[in-house]
């Protein structure tokens, strides 16, 4: 991908509108294809706990295990647009490749955020928990600490880990679960839950992930990890702890 400087100095440059390049899927390089292959098992372990696992095969799980995930999840969903301003912060425009290009991404991301802790609580109300108890009560100690390792990562990490922890991790294997988990989630009207438009926006707009998002995100870790310094081994790191917390969490709210 063309610098911020390079972009500029295109002899068009000064007949067109700036807009820095998209981040468009490119051919992985050796240390990333090995990554990628290193967490396959951890990224499905977090993708499909029994709960999801059981919900998108149709076995209907006790609805208050879903209601005690949606409780104590609540902290990440209200905090993701937090994970990502850490991150945009680190951003620069013209000093590094791709910075400009990651910036744009965060940015458009953040806007998508907006509404999305909003959703989320009318999917609380919908499955029976009242939003007031989720505010007052603190999550479990497993996806306190979830939390506070993103918080962490996202800004004291550099922008590769960061990314790799929230935006690939956590966000990445969201937009797989839900899209199996959506329309069979439905059947819990049975149970007495309410299902409508509103209660199954933050569901069903997840399910819509297109499966280019972790792939952007995979471009922006690409373009900002110093392959030089051994990066490589810390982004895998920092994606592996979000990934085996993520499940943790997952697994101490089904079992607690």
């Given at each position: 991908m063309p610098s911020v400087l390079q972009e500029l100095a295109h002899p068009e440059?000064?007949?067109?509108?700036y807009s820095p390049p998209a981040l468009t899927p490119t051919a992985h390089p050796l240390w990333l294809e090995a990554m990628l292959e290193s967490l396959r098992d951890d990224w499905n372990t977090a993708c499909w706990p029994p709960l999801?696992?059981?919900?998108?095969?149709?076995?209907?799980?006790?609805?208050?295990?879903?209601q005690r995930v949606l409780s104590n999840f609540f902290v990440i969903v209200e905090s993701f647009p937090k994970y990502m301003g850490l991150s945009l912060a680190k951003t620069t425009y013209g000093q590094r490749p791709g910075d400009a290009s990651a910036r744009r991404w965060l940015l458009q991301n953040l806007g998508v955020e907006a509404k999305h802790?909003?959703?989320?609580?009318d999917?609380?109300?919908?499955?029976?928990?009242d939003p007031a108890t989720v505010f007052a009560q603190p999550p479990l100690p497993e996806v306190r600490a979830l939390h506070?390792?993103?918080?962490?990562?996202?800004?004291?990490?550099?922008?590769?880990?960061?990314?790799a922890a929230s935006n690939w991790a956590v966000e990445g294997i969201t937009g797989v679960?839900?899209?199996?988990?959506?329309e069979p989630f439905r059947a819990y009207?049975?149970?007495g839950a309410r299902i409508d438009a509103h209660s199954m926006m933050w569901l069903k707009v997840h399910a819509r992930y297109d499966d280019l998002h972790?792939?952007?995100?995979l471009e922006i870790i690409k373009l900002s990890t110093d392959v030089g310094t051994g990066e490589p081994f810390r982004v895998q790191a920092a994606a592996r702890k979000s990934l085996r917390m993520y499940a943790a969490a997952l697994h101490a709210c089904c079992n607690g």
């Open positions: 440059a000064t007949t067109r509108r999801f696992r059981d919900t998108a095969d149709g076995k209907h799980p006790p609805l208050c295990q879903w802790a909003e959703w989320y609580i999917w609380l109300r919908g499955v029976g928990v506070e390792y993103l918080l962490d990562t996202c800004a004291h990490g550099t922008l590769a880990e960061g990314v679960w839900t899209r199996e988990v959506a009207a049975a149970d972790p792939e952007e995100a």
